[in-house]
């Protein structure tokens, strides 16, 4: 089975869709995956994927099912209550009356290379931030949900692994968002979601692709053939776009500090 996770194109935050450059991108991926034997497509809600999405879904005359839960991560830390955390984060916002993070997961680096417990691959979920918010059971709902619909098409997860009750070699794609696909893909490594939020950089229209492997009958694994694969972009002649990463160097003013 393969697992095809793909970011939406170069985002416009301002009003949920794709700025120019994203449709380009967008329109480009479409003619990669329309060359794959999809068997179903799956879409976050947010209209930057559902817009990236309707490039290939026109492109193969097919349909989408929405799912709320691959929206991007939306879990809050609140920092009101925490003020001993002001220094994790960058950007804060009032939502709801109280004082919280931007992004949950957006945590400045001097403050988390300073707390392995964040990459270790349980305490992370009894860290500081994680305790400050709902971000625990968010992240369970997702990984949950995820789990639930791996079930339908025949791997049951116990203990970390898949239990094969119907084997298959379908492919499925995801659209969706850079920290949620971090969290898909640390449930199914076994690895803190941190360690990907923060030493990856997934660029707008990147294609990651997991394989299942059946080394032991009955039993499967998820393994990475490809991680945030942007070949497509470049093949065009179309600079990937910016979206996902931080100045490559701090004086670089116009790029995103």
């Known amino acids: 089975m393969d697992l095809i996770i793909i970011r939406h194109g170069d985002p416009d935050y301002e009003h949920d ?5 994203g449709w380009k991108e967008a329109e480009i991926l479409s003619h990669r995956i329309s060359q794959l034997n999809v068997r179903d497509f799956y879409v976050s809600p947010l209209g930057r994927a559902q817009d990236t999405a309707s490039c290939t879904l026109k492109v193969m005359n097919r349909t989408a099912t929405t799912l709320d839960w691959l929206q991007e991560f939306p879990a809050r830390v609140y920092l009101d209550q925490n003020e ?15 004082l919280t993070a931007n992004v949950s997961w957006d945590i400045l680096p001097s ?5 392995p417990e964040y990459f270790h691959p349980t305490e992370w979920r009894n860290s500081e931030i994680v305790k400050a918010g709902d971000f625990l059971s968010v992240y ?8 639930r619909l791996l079930s339908s098409y025949g791997y049951v997860r116990e203990n970390g692994i898949y239990k094969v009750t119907r084997s298959n070699r379908d492919t499925i794609v995801f659209f ?6 971090c969290v898909l893909l640390s449930h199914l490594m076994g690895i803190s979601p941190f360690i990907l939020w923060h030493t990856t950089a997934f660029a707008p229209t990147s294609v990651t ?5 059946e080394r032991e ?6 393994r990475a053939a490809q991680l945030g694969d942007i070949s497509h972009l470049w093949a065009a002649g179309l600079k990937p776009s910016f979206s996902a990463r931080f100045c490559e160097t701090y004086d670089t003013a116009e790029q995103r500090h």
């Open 140 to 147: 369970d709902h997702v990984i949950q949900k995820f789990d």
């Open 176 to 181: 969706c968002h850079f920290g949620l696909e």
């Open 209 to 213: 692709t997991i394989h299942s492997e």
């Open 84 to 98: 001993h955390l002001l220094e994790a984060y960058p950007d804060r916002q009032i939502r709801d009356g109280r």
């Open 217 to 222: 009958q009955g039993i499967a694994c998820f």
């Open 111 to 115: 403050y988390l290379w300073s707390h």
């Open 17 to 21: 869709t794709l700025t120019e450059h």
